[in-house]
C-alpha cells in the first residue's frame, strides 16, 4: 500500500505527435490517422514512481473493432515499454501494471497509440492513475468484481472464468469475511457475551452466497443487453455472420455454394482445432474429412475438393495452377474461389 494520491490528466493536456486531430472542450479528438495508419499521443507529467501507482485508466470513447490501442511508458533511463489495451463493451479495461516487470522506477512519459481504421473520430477524454492505497484499492477491486465477463467455454460454471487481473477473486474475498464472521460470533459465545444464534450463522452463510448471486445476475443482464444488440432482429444466416465465428460461417457457406450435390469428397485444413470441428459440420452432408495437415499428394484423388481455412504453409502457383505445401508436396488443382487467405480447390 502507498500513500500516495490519485494521478488524473483531461485528455486536452495530450500531446498529438502523430496523426489528425484537435484538443475540444477538455478532451483530444483523434480525427485521422498517418499513411502507416497510426496515431501517437503523449503526455509528460511531473516525475513520479511507477510502484505508486498499480492501475493505469484510459477513458476514450469512439472505437470501434478495427481500432487497436496501446499504452507506451518512458522510464528516467530513456526506455520505452509497451501494453496493449483492451476494448471492453464501451469502454477500456483498467490497465493492471504493477505485475509487468518494466513498470518500475521513475515514469516521465506517457502515451497512447491508435492503429488501424477509423469509421469515426475517437475520444481521449483522460488518463488517470490509480494509487495503491487502501482506499483506492477497495473501490477498484470492487468495480473489477462487477465488470462485465462474457460468455465463454467456461460460462455455465463461472461468471469470472478469464478474470486474471482481479487482485483477490469475489468467491474467496466473500468466502473469508464469512468466516471471519463466523470465527467471531464462535469467540463471542465460548466468552459467554452473547449467545451462539444457530438462525445468524445461516443468515450470514446464505448472505454470501446471496451476495455473490446478485453480481452473477447482473453480469446476466449486462450479457443480455449485448447479446440483443448483436443477434435481435436478424435472421437465422444473418445471426450467424455477427457471431464470433462468422467468418467461418461466411466462408463455409461460400464453399458449400461451389460444390456439386453429389457425394464427393472434400477435405478441409485448418490449423486451429474449433475451425475443423465446426467448419466440417457446415459442410455436412458432403463426404468431409478434416484434418490440421495435409497428407502426401498420392494420397489425394482427382476431383477431390481441398478447403483451407486458416492454414500456413500452403502455397498456390496461379500460372502452373499448382497446389504446393510440406517438403516438395505438390500438385495440379484448380482455384474456385479465394477469400482473405482461405480458399477453394479442385484437384485435376
Known amino acids: 500500500m502507498s500513500g500516495a494520491k490519485p494521478l488524473s490528466w483531461n485528455g486536452a493536456t495530450l500531446t498529438l505527435n502523430k496523426g489528425q486531430g484537435y484538443s475540444d472542450q477538455g478532451k483530444l479528438v483523434i480525427k485521422g490517422l498517418t499513411d502507416q495508419g497510426i496515431a501517437v499521443a503523449s503526455l509528460s507529467p511531473p516525475v513520479f514512481q511507477a510502484e505508486d501507482y498499480p492501475t493505469i485508466v484510459w477513458s476514450v470513447s469512439g472505437a470501434t473493432p478495427s481500432v487497436e490501442m496501446e499504452f507506451l511508458w518512458r522510464t528516467a533511463e530513456n526506455r520505452v515499454f509497451v501494453r496493449p489495451l483492451v476494448w471492453a463493451a464501451n469502454s477500456l479495461e483498467p490497465l493492471e501494471a504493477a505485475a509487468d516487470e518494466n513498470w518500475r522506477g521513475q515514469i516521465i512519459d506517457l502515451a497512447i497509440v491508435v492503429k488501424g481504421t477509423l469509421a469515426a473520430p475517437i475520444l481521449v477524454n483522460g488518463v488517470s492513475l490509480e494509487s495503491a492505497s487502501l482506499p483506492g484499492a477497495l473501490p477498484n477491486m470492487v468495480k473489477k468484481w462487477f465488470a462485465l465477463d462474457r460468455w465463454q467455454g467456461t460460462s455455465i460454471n463461472f461468471v469470472d472464468g478469464d478474470a486474471t487481473d482481479k487482485n483477490v477473486p469475489p468467491v474467496l474475498a466473500i468466502a473469508a469475511i464469512i468466516l471471519l464472521a463466523l470465527a467471531l460470533n464462535l469467540i463471542l459465545a465460548i466468552a459467554k457475551i452473547m449467545p451462539l444464534n444457530v438462525a445468524m450463522v445461516w443468515g450470514m452463510v446464505f448472505l454470501g452466497w446471496f451476495t455473490l448471486d446478485i453480481r452473477w445476475q447482473a453480469n446476466l443482464f449486462q450479457q443480455l443487453e449485448l447479446t440483443h444488440q448483436q443477434f435481435a432482429g436478424k435472421t437465422w444466416e444473418d445471426k450467424h455472420l455477427a457471431a464470433e465465428d462468422g467468418a467461418l460461417f461466411d466462408f463455409m457457406r461460400k464453399v458449400k455454394a461451389k460444390l456439386p450435390p453429389a457425394n464427393g469428397r472434400i477435405l478441409y485444413f485448418s490449423d486451429d ?62 482455384l474456385l474461389f479465394l477469400a482473405e487467405g482461405n480458399a477453394l480447390f479442385k484437384v485435376r
Open 273 to 334: 482445432a474449433y475451425s475443423r470441428g465446426k467448419g466440417a459440420y457446415h459442410l455436412y452432408p458432403h463426404n468431409v474429412l478434416a484434418l490440421n495437415d495435409l497428407p502426401p499428394a498420392s494420397q489425394i484423388k482427382t476431383g477431390d475438393y481441398i478447403a483451407l481455412f486458416a492454414k500456413k504453409g500452403v502455397k498456390y502457383d496461379r500460372p502452373h495452377q499448382s497446389l504446393m505445401w510440406g517438403e516438395g508436396q505438390s500438385l495440379k488443382a484448380d
